[in-house]
Structures are given as structure tokens and as C-alpha cells.
């Protein structure tokens, strides 16, 4: 499996709690994210006891797609992800080949985590705030995605600083800007403070994106994302919390194929003629024509010379040089002029 990343958005399928605590879900997901082409798939781990109270209330959105009796405790109790599955998720990538990825919540599954072997560790936006959780995370000295929903760049330099103080080196760290309320609306998307983000801190910068559809992501990419995570199901109108603002199996299809044709024309930044068009510029240009007949020995002028395609001939930015000198035969209307 291949992790060299360079010159390459990173596309992060985030299936997330999307399982509905059913591993063979769970391992369908998987196989979704690699048939789509995605480079990482993203779980999240945690247990209910350490991540919220019992009492704690449901975010808006979480309601409206879950039974909104239920505490927030009860609902992420049946989305926990054990040990031993976490391990069989792996399995799963590793035959797919296809990096596996979670986001802890908590310190006891970050730790958990770390025993995995993974390439990179990823930071929720809730955690942003969170001391320990940036300390520890920076001590394993790994690559880190840090998403930024809710924050403002005072919250994101002092999350940096308290990961770098712990050890993480600043080059290995890229931020996602990110709005955590599902489905973002275009308006409160904000894509310019990802610029902000790049230019305040010196940081590889990305998108977590939580609106719906594509078009948002896409461009983030134009823009020089270099990370795109997005959530996905295998079915949109399955209860459970992220379902509605998660993409179905094809529209994963159209953001990888839309990101990857992005990437395509980007191209080196020289502005010269592609070999697709170069067949195309006699055609498209024009040369110094004859505007009537011109006999031998007659002067050219602006009243007898035009310019018109094809490109073959003299080029209508030398007009000037023309312009004066005799003609070295007759001309017949709309010929070629040699001087």
C-alpha cells in the first residue's frame, strides 16, 4: 500500500459512524471507498462513557435523524466501534489496500490507536480545545490532520503551538478548515479562511466538508487543498446521524474522478501551447492578406492589406514591417503577402 501522498489530494472517505455498529456495514463501506478510488478511509473511535455525560443533549441535525428521545449517550453507545473490530477493519483495508484511518474522542482511544500502527492520527474539530488530547497526540511525532470547525485562527495557532511544543514538527501538520454544523450551507461555508489558515501559519491546508453535493469540494481543490475529507453511506435515508449530509456511493464516485481531473489541469504553471492545440493555431490565427489586387512594384498599405485566417503566412504583428515596403509580385484578393 502505497502512502506517498506528493503532488496528489489526499481524498479521506469518512464513513465514520456510518456503519450503524454493524461491522459487515462497515466492511461494505470499506469496499464502496476503494471501488470509488479514495486514498484513506476514516472510522471514529470511542467509547460513550468517556466521550459525553448521560444527560448530554443532541445537536440539531442528530435528531432530525435519529429518534430525538434518545440522549446523545444512548445513540453513540450502539455507534461504538470494539478493540477486536478495529482490528478486523484493518484486516479489511490492508486486503483492499487501502489506508484505514479513525478520529479518537477520547484519550483512552487515542492511546488505543496509537497501537495500531497508523500512518496519520486526525483531530475532530471538537477536540481543538482539548490540552491533553493535543498533547499526547503530538508526542507520537506522526503526521497529523487537524479540522478546525468552530475555531478561530487564535484557537487554531494556540492548538499548533501546543502540538508542536509536544513534539509534532509543524511540517507534518496540515489544518482543514471545516463547519461542523450537517449539511453546511453555501453561505457559511467561508473557503477563503482555508487561504488564511495556509498564509497566517505556514501549514499544508485542506477541506473537511460537510455541505451537500461535490461542487464545494471541488473547489477547495482549484484552490490548493491538499486534503479532502468527506463523509459517505451506503445509503442516505438509513437513521443514524451523518446518513443525510453523507454522499452516496456514486456521488463518492464523482468527487474522486472530479478531484483527480482537477489535479490533471493543474499543469507546470508554463503558459505555452498544449500539443492538443497546437494543430489549432494556424487555423485559429490570421496572416497579412491581400484587401484587393496588388500589382508589382506597388507600395503596401493599411487600404490594401487585411488580415484574415489561416495562420500560415506573415503574422498580423508584423503590419508594420509591411506596411511601406513594394510588392515583390501581384497579388491576387485574400493571397498571402511575401515580402
Not at 471541488?218 to 438509513?238: M, N, R, Y
Amino acid at each position: 500500500m502505497s502512502l506517498n501522498y506528493e503532488n496528489k489530494t489526499l481524498i479521506i472517505a469518512e464513513a465514520g459512524v456510518n456503519h450503524n455498529g454493524d461491522m459487515k456495514l462497515a466492511e461494505e463501506l470499506i469496499d464502496i471507498a476503494v471501488e470509488a478510488g479514495v486514498d484513506v478511509v476514516k472510522f471514529q473511535t470511542f467509547t460513550a462513557d468517556a466521550l459525553v455525560t448521560e444527560s448530554a443533549k443532541k445537536a440539531n441535525y442528530q435528531s432530525n435523524s435519529t429518534d430525538p428521545n434518545e440522549t446523545q449517550y444512548s445513540m453513540l453507545k450502539k455507534l461504538e466501534i470494539s478493540k477486536e473490530n478495529h482490528w478486523k477493519l484493518i484486516e479489511h483495508c490492508n486486503l483492499k489496500k487501502i489506508e484505514f484511518l479513525s478520529t479518537a474522542f477520547d484519550l483512552e482511544s487515542l492511546k488505543f490507536l496509537s497501537q495500531l500502527n497508523l500512518h496519520r492520527f486526525k483531530i475532530p474539530s471538537g477536540e481543538i480545545t482539548n490540552l491533553p488530547y493535543l498533547k499526547l497526540i503530538g508526542s507520537f511525532q506522526k503526521p497529523v490532520i487537524l479540522s478546525t470547525g468552530m475555531s478561530t485562527l487564535g484557537e487554531i495557532e494556540e492548538a499548533i503551538l501546543a502540538l508542536e511544543a509536544s513534539g509534532l514538527n509543524r511540517k507534518d501538520l496540515t489544518v482543514l478548515h471545516c463547519n461542523t454544523e450537517y449539511p453546511t450551507p453555501a453561505s457559511d461555508v467561508n473557503l477563503k479562511a482555508m487561504l488564511s489558515i495556509q498564509n497566517a501559519f505556514g501549514v499544508s491546508v485542506g477541506y473537511s466538508d460537510h455541505t451537500s453535493g461535490i461542487e464545494i469540494s471541488l473547489a477547495a481543490v482549484a484552490l490548493g487543498a491538499t486534503v479532502i475529507e468527506k463523509h459517505f453511506t451506503i445509503d442516505q435515508s438509513l437513521p443514524g446521524p451523518d446518513h443525510k449530509a453523507s454522499l452516496n456511493p456514486d456521488e463518492l464516485k464523482s468527487l474522486v474522478k472530479g478531484i483527480r481531473n482537477i489535479e490533471k489541469a493543474f499543469g507546470d504553471g508554463i503558459k505555452r501551447p498544449s500539443k492538443s492545440e497546437e494543430k489549432n493555431i494556424a487555423i485559429a490565427r490570421k496572416s497579412i492578406v491581400a484587401k484587393q489586387t496588388i500589382k508589382v512594384g506597388e507600395f503596401f498599405s493599411s487600404d490594401n492589406l487585411t488580415s484574415k485566417r489561416p495562420g500560415y503566412g506573415i503574422s498580423p504583428m508584423r503590419m508594420d514591417d509591411v506596411i511601406g515596403r513594394k510588392a515583390i509580385r501581384d497579388f491576387q484578393k485574400d493571397e498571402l503577402i511575401e515580402i
